[in-house]
């Protein structure tokens, strides 16, 4: 019993991991899931569009407040999303 116990908590705990890594790097604003895709991924004007003005921007920098959560978008010089970031 004890080893069953063991066993679903580690397919459990692993599962979790998993699930964070695929949706590192992105964040919801409203309907639309906003990530870093990489060089065809969404820029500037994608994220204006879906997630509206940032809270506030510095440099390449855009920081959107989703209730108690922060997220950190980075863009590259071309415009496009370098990678986003929980920032707590």
């Given at each position: ?19 964070q890594s695929v ?26 569009k879906r997630c ?11 920081v959107y407040e ?23």
């Open positions: 019993m004890k080893i069953k116990t063991l066993l679903i908590t580690l397919i459990a705990a692993f599962s979790m991991l998993m699930f949706y590192a790097g992105s964040m919801r604003c409203g309907s639309h899931i906003i990530s870093d895709g990489g060089r065809t991924g969404p820029g500037a004007y994608e994220v204006l509206g003005e940032p809270t506030f921007r510095q440099g390449n920098s855009w989703k209730g108690k959560k922060r997220y950190v978008i980075v863009f590259k010089d071309s415009g496009q999303i370098s990678s986003i970031k929980r920032a707590n």
